[in-house]
């Protein structure tokens, strides 16, 4: 069902984008973290970058999800 893929995809994509912003981990790396294949962490971390680009309101979201993160491992 593709509205309900689509409902578990964008979250995970964000959490790709995201540990690959508040780490030094490789694609690789976080592909075995998530038990994924690196080349659909590649692919979500992008497509969260393109679309943080045109959507200011999910940019805005993202940062301070990656502030309270940071803050949060302090």
């Known amino acids: 069902n593709k509205k ?3 409902k578990y ?6 959490s790709f984008y995201i540990a690959r ?3 030094e981990s490789s694609y690789t790396e976080l592909a075995q973290e998530f038990g ?3 080349t ?3 692919h979500g971390y992008n ?3 393109e679309k ?4 200011p309101t999910l940019d805005s979201r993202i940062k ?3 502030r309270e993160i940071k803050e949060y491992k302090n």
């Open 4 to 6: 309900r893929d689509k």
């Open 9 to 14: 995809s964008l979250p995970r994509q964000i």
């Open 21 to 23: 912003e508040i780490t």
């Open 36 to 38: 994924k294949d690196h």
């Open 40 to 42: 659909t962490i590649m």
């Open 47 to 49: 497509a969260i970058a």
């Open 52 to 55: 943080i680009k045109m959507d």
């Open 64 to 66: 301070s999800f990656i």
